[in-house]
């Protein structure tokens, strides 16, 4: 088998749960226009991501942008990199690509889709230079804790798609979520943390709303920085 069909199960924990929301008129405009270029559809095969960029560059992967304003804004400071970002809700989509037209940014590209498959099959071993995972859904209650994305399948895929040295970094602002990130990301053999614990916020990743609706709540914000081995 390849390493596409041995990397992760078919059926499996998803990335998301599909929620409602309203698009607004100018975020239906942007996917219209903008989205032909700058949304790259879900394929079940490789991506040529020089093409889809018109260069090469090392490549960042965000998975669940939201309404895309930290991923506009890291984008905006590291025009040296490319950026892979996905969600699956439409009017986030819209969101992001209103940014990036706004900021005129070209080194970003979205994929509408569940993240797990577009690692699986859009994404080469060992050729992303970092992953971010900022503020995935908490899934506080405890009988919902399976649905949580921090689990040993999807961290064993990334891991395996990021290169030698390359970065997972999540955030969250739950501190029992972080210490299950801590535990699953430290029982990765691939992966080694940067810190004895958890790590300082690196400048490149913004304050965003989430982190400050956390601090209001009392939430400390954790920051976990692994590295490819």
């Not at 490549?59 to 669940?64: A, H, N, P, S, T």
């Not at 996905?86 to 992001?96: D, F, I, S």
Request: glycine share 8%; proline share 7%; with cysteine.
């Amino acid at each position: 088998m390849s390493d596409r069909e041995t990397a992760a199960p078919r059926r499996g924990v998803r990335s998301f749960v599909l929620r409602t929301g309203r698009t607004t008129t100018g975020q239906s405009r942007a996917l219209a226009e903008l989205g032909p270029r700058l949304v790259v559809p879900y394929a079940a095969q490789g991506v040529d991501w020089d093409a889809a960029f018109g260069r090469h560059a090392p490549r960042v992967l965000e998975i669940g942008f939201g309404m895309g304003e930290a991923t506009a804004q890291i984008a905006a400071a590291a025009p040296e990199r490319d950026f892979i970002a996905v969600e699956v809700h439409t009017p986030g989509v819209g969101a992001l690509l209103l940014r990036l037209e706004q900021a005129a940014l070209g080194n970003v590209r979205i994929v509408q889709h569940d993240a797990v498959e577009v690692l699986r099959d859009m994404v080469a071993p060992g050729s992303l230079a970092a992953v971010h995972v900022f503020f995935p859904d908490p899934w506080h209650k405890k009988r919902h804790h399976k649905r949580r994305l921090i689990q040993p399948p999807l961290v064993e895929l990334v891991a395996s798609r990021l290169e030698p040295g390359g970065v997972l970094h999540c955030a969250t602002d739950w501190e029992e979520y972080a210490q299950q990130m801590l535990e699953v990301l430290g029982g990765c053999a691939l992966l080694e943390n940067t810190v004895p614990d958890y790590a300082p916020r690196p400048q490149s990743r913004p304050l965003s709303k989430f982190e400050a609706r956390g601090l209001r709540l009392g939430h400390g914000v954790r920051d976990l920085v692994f590295r490819r081995r």
